[in-house]
C-alpha cells in the first residue's frame, strides 16, 4: 500500500511532530508511505519537501507569504492563530499524488488551497484527514474556545472574516464524495467537535490516538536529569512545556497565577518550562526550545509532576510525553486531556478556569510522595499498553485498508446506490 502523509511542517510545532511520528511508525511496520510538506526541515529522505513549481508559482508564493505575515501580525494573541482556506495553486502537489492508494492530510493550514485542492487531487486514493485542531471544522480560527464557554470573544472583524472562509471550505468539500474521506480524531472531544460540524460532519469520523517512542520517552535518572537543567535535588518540581509561555490558548497566564498560590503553600516549589520565553522569577528554570526528544524526556524525568492548564486541547503530546516518562499529570478538564489523564491514577483533573483548585491539586500530589510514585508508575505502565508508536501505526494500516476498499466499491457503484 502506497500512502502519502500532507503536512506543512515535518518538525515545527506538535501536529508536524505528531505527523512524522506517524509517518515513521508506519515505514516502521512496513508500510510504504511518503511525507510531503511545504516546509522541510528534519533532512529525511523519506520526507519530501515541495519541489517542481515554476516561475508564476514562486510569485504567488511570494506574495502570499507577505499576506501571511501581515495577517500575524493583525491577529490578536488571543486568537492564537488564523489561517485563510486559500494559498498558491497546488498542481505540484496533486502531480505526485496519482499512484497512492492513500492520502492522509494532516495539519495543512498555510499549504493547502482548499478549492483547488480538492478539484484536482487524482481520484485514485482514498482521503483520510487527520484532525490536530479544529481549524479544518473552522473558518479562519484554529481553535474556538467561546464556541464551548471558554476562552476570548472573536473581536467582530475576524469573525465575519471566519464565517466567509467557512463557507469557502464548505464549498470546497462538496465535490468530495462521502465514501472517499474518513475523517481521524485524536480525541474524542474533537471527534464530537467534527461530527457536529458544517465541513466534515457527513463523512465518517473514527478515534485513533497518537503514539509515541516509549523506548525514547522513558523514566531517566532523576538526580541525573535535575542536575543536567541546574534544579535542586531536594526541590519539589512542576514541569510546563508550551511552544511559547506566553501562549494564551496554552494558559501561560493562568499557570502564573497557579504558581503564585502555589507557592503561598509550598514556597520551595520551582517551576521548570521550555518553549520560547523568559524566566519569570528566580523559582522557575526556563531552558528555552528543546527540539531533541531525549532532552524533553529527561525534562519530564526532573519534574515531580507535569501541568497542563490549557484552554482547548485536542491530546497535546507534552502530556503522553510526561506519562511516558513516569511523570503524573494535573490539567483542566478540557478538550482530550481527560482521554489521558485519569484522576487519582495518572494524575488529577480539575474544572477549567480553577486556579485555586489547579493549586490545591498540584500541592496534594507534590506533598504526598508515596501517592506521586504510585500516579508516575502508573502512568508510564499506561503509556506503554495504550499509547506506543507501533500500536498507533497498526491502527492507521488497519484504517487504510478499509477506506480503500470502500472507496473503490464507492468509485463503480451507480449514483443512485452512492447516495
Known amino acids: 500500500m502506497r500512502v502519502s502523509l500532507l503536512s506543512t511542517f515535518d518538525g515545527a510545532g506538535g501536529a508536524a511532530r505528531a505527523a512524522y511520528r506517524l509517518h515513521a511508525g ?20 523519506s520526507v519530501v519537501g515541495q519541489t517542481g513549481i515554476g516561475r508564476w508559482h514562486r510569485l504567488a508564493e511570494l506574495g502570499y507569504r507577505a499576506v501571511s505575515k501581515w495577517r500575524e ?41 482548499w478549492g ?41 472583524g475576524w469573525g465575519r472574516r471566519s464565517a466567509a ?65 541546574e534544579v535542586p535535588d531536594d526541590a519539589p518540581v512542576v514541569a510546563f512545556v508550551s ?39 528566580d523559582q522557575h528554570r526556563h531552558v528555552g526550545k528543546l527540539g531533541d526528544d531525549r ?40 478538550g482530550g486531556v481527560p482521554d489521558m489523564v485519569r484522576p487519582g491514577e495518572t494524575g488529577e483533573l480539575v474544572p477549567y478556569g480553577d486556579v485555586a483548585g489547579m493549586a490545591s491539586a498540584l500541592e496534594r500530589v507534590l506533598r504526598d510522595e508515596a501517592g506521586r510514585r504510585e500516579m508516575g508508575r502508573r502512568a508510564r505502565e499506561v503509556a506503554e499498553a495504550e499509547y506506543p508508536l507501533a500500536l498507533q501505526a497498526e491502527r492507521y494500516r488497519e484504517l487504510f485498508e478499509r477506506v480503500v476498499t470502500r472507496w473503490r466499491a464507492g468509485r463503480f457503484a451507480s449514483p443512485a446506490t452512492r447516495l
Open 165 to 229: 472562509w467557512l463557507k469557502q471550505k464548505v464549498s470546497a468539500l462538496k465535490s468530495v464524495p462521502t465514501e472517499r474521506l474518513t475523517v481521524v480524531s485524536p480525541s474524542r472531544w474533537l471527534a464530537a467537535e467534527a461530527e457536529a460540524s458544517a465541513t466534515l460532519g457527513r463523512f465518517p469520523v473514527e478515534v485513533i490516538p497518537y503514539g509515541l517512542e516509549v523506548d525514547v520517552y522513558r523514566p531517566r535518572d532523576r538526580a541525573v536529569a535535575r542536575a543536567a537543567f
Open 243 to 281: 511552544g511559547a509561555l506566553s501562549n494564551v490558548r496554552k494558559g501561560g497566564a493562568l499557570l502564573r497565577e497557579v504558581t503564585k498560590r502555589l507557592r503561598e503553600r509550598l514556597p520551595e516549589v520551582v517551576l521548570l518550562s521550555a518553549g520560547s520565553g523568559q524566566a519569570w522569577d
Open 116 to 156: 483547488s485542492f480538492f478539484r484536482r487531487i487524482p481520484n485514485g486514493p482514498a482521503l483520510v484527514w487527520t484532525l490536530h485542531d479544529m481549524n479544518p471544522l473552522l473558518g479562519a480560527l484554529h481553535y474556538q474556545g467561546t464556541a464551548l464557554g471558554v476562552g476570548p470573544a472573536v473581536p467582530a
Open 295 to 334: 532532552l524533553l524526556a529527561m525534562l519530564y524525568s526532573a519534574a515531580d509532576v507535569f501541568v497542563i492548564p490549557s484552554q482547548q486541547d485536542n491530546l497535546p503530546n507534552t502530556v503522553l510525553e510526561a506519562m511516558a516518562c513516569g511523570t503524573p499529570v494535573v490539567g483542566f478538564e478540557v
Open 26 to 45: 508506519l515505514r516502521g511496520i512496513g508500510v510504504d508511505s511518503t511525507m510531503r510538506v511545504r516546509h522541510s526541515r528534519l533532512g529525511d529522505d
Open 73 to 113: 501580525r493583525s491577529v490578536p494573541a488571543e486568537l492564537d492563530y488564523v489561517s485563510s482556506p486559500k494559498a498558491p495553486s497546488n498542481r505540484a502537489l496533486v502531480r505526485g499524488l496519482a499512484g497512492d492508494d492513500v492520502v492522509n492530510l494532516h495539519w495543512v493550514a498555510d499549504w493547502l488551497d
